[in-house]
């Protein structure tokens, strides 16, 4: 299946200026497949050397004792029977397993920055041993992360302009086509592609389940790997932290978010998963998963908005899982109502909103949300090039009565308002009014300073 980020690697690899690179992200969201299968098979055919250091027992242990680069180099050669130089791109997975490769990678880039190298692996593991820095343990045996001396990405679930490039082409580049020139599409081609939402909304971006859909055209099939993931997920919990009490907390966290969302304010409320609990119990908690990319925080802004946006209260935010297909299977929704005829009365605004959070977050925007007087509120606010987009998710026609209240204390450069409605501008209003289907692509825009109306 194609992915978008392919293109960061390949930009990586053609860069003068290029570092070793770890490629993080959660679990089953397609790491090693884009890696391995996308880029190494396509760019360095049979010159590259895959590393698993999960399965491969004598190199890792190896590499858990040095962070020489010039040792590792020379014993991967020898035991792959393969000369590394700077033709060979070395491909060390599930890292950690293995956090000296991480420490390595300074020498890496210090002394053979001439050989392409990539680590991948679960970005929450290292990033507590970054931050513990392995208590207890004498100063040289510390871990050490290699600051400015990696370039780093992040890969999330596919998102929905993935999904469709994968699904049906044709129909991804028509909708492309449409946003490209500020026109709607026509009526019966935006309904094709609002049921192409729905039925993204089922299935999620994790990578197993898209292809199960693709491949058999069976809803139900991708709902049954989803399920399998989500347990995973929970199960994971266990490997990762440090006490048990961490644990259990992570996992009722992770299995409440839908609940958290689903009531009238959607901020994060502890009291609802544990009784007479504080936001401060689940603070290690939501650290956790928020450095596992499992979970997306959004933070509350204040009535008048400044820039660059800062939490106007770090108590004060809202939660959304990582991947929409999840989202859909904890909420317990029967799977019928994503195509039925009843969808729009029975899915609740959440999900939509959870839809476009994720859909910001893979483009590397962070979350911010607005509440002001009188349940006034804007699901997300975006800074692009120094200007102010508030945007309003809306599952149906809606109001503007929150951006009426937002204006009155904030200037903006475009107000945009996602739901099934067609595209439209109204140039009186500043409000640009986009079909969920054109999220990807207007979150790219804002994410590279290139949104035009």
Not at 120 to 147: A, C, N, W, Y
Not at 154 to 180: C, H, V
Not at 214 to 231: C, H, S, T
Request: with cysteine.
């Amino acid at each position: 299946m194609e992915r978008i980020a392919l293109q960061k690697l390949i930009d990586w690899n053609n860069s003068t200026r290029r570092k070793p690179l770890i490629v993080w992200g959660a679990r089953q969201v397609g790491k090693t497949y884009l890696v391995q299968e996308l880029f190494a098979k396509t760019y360095y055919e049979n010159s590259y050397i895959y590393i698993d250091c999960k399965k491969e027992d004598e190199i890792r242990e190896f590499c858990s004792q040095t962070a020489n680069a010039e040792k590792i180099v020379e014993y991967i050669s020898l035991r792959k029977g393969k000369q590394i130089n700077e033709k060979t791109l070395l491909i060390f997975d599930e890292v950690q397993e293995c956090p000296n490769i991480i420490s390595s990678l300074k020498y890496f880039c210090q002394d053979f920055r001439q050989i392409p190298v990539i680590a991948t692996g679960s970005m929450v593991r290292i990033k507590l041993q970054r931050e513990t820095h392995k208590r207890g343990t004498k100063e040289s045996d510390k871990f050490l992360f290699p600051v400015g001396k990696i370039n780093q990405i992040t890969i999330y679930p596919m998102t929905f302009d993935e999904f469709l490039m994968n699904s049906n082409e044709m129909l991804y580049e028509t909708i492309k086509k449409a946003y490209k020139s500020g026109q709607p599409l026509d009526n019966q081609i935006h309904e094709l592609a609002m049921e192409q939402v729905y039925k993204y909304l089922l299935v999620g971006g994790m990578p197993e389940a898209v292809e199960a859909y693709i491949d058999e055209g069976n809803l139900f099939e991708a709902r049954e790997i989803l399920k399998v993931l989500y347990d995973n997920y929970l199960a994971d919990m266990e490997l990762y932290q440090a006490s048990q009490e961490a644990v259990l907390r992570s996992r009722v966290l992770f299995q409440n978010i839908y609940r958290e969302l689903n009531k009238e304010s959607k901020n994060f409320s502890p009291g609802l998963i544990e009784e007479k609990s504080k936001t401060r119990d689940f603070a290690t908690s939501i650290q956790w998963l928020t450095m596992a990319h499992i979970v997306n925080q959004s933070f509350q802004l204040k009535e008048h908005v400044t820039m660059p946006l800062m939490p106007d209260n770090e108590s004060s935010f809202r939660l959304f899982l990582g991947d929409i297909g999840m989202f859909s299977y904890q909420s317990g929704i029967n799977a019928a109502s994503f195509v039925s005829s009843e969808r729009e009365n029975t899915l609740s605004g959440i999900f939509f909103e959870n839809f476009v959070a994720n859909e910001l977050i893979a483009k590397e925007h962070k979350l911010f949300y607005w509440r002001g007087k009188a349940s006034a509120e804007l699901e997300f606010i975006i800074e692009s090039d120094n200007k102010l987009y508030p945007i309003d998710v809306k599952k149906g026609r809606g109001t503007l009565n929150s951006l009426e209240k937002f204006s009155s204390h904030n200037k903006f450069e475009c107000a945009i308002k996602v739901s099934k409605n067609n595209y439209g501008y109204n140039s009186e209003q500043k409000l640009l009014t986009i079909p969920f289907y054109f999220i990807p692509f207007v979150a790219k825009d804002l994410a590279d300073g290139t949104m035009t109306i």
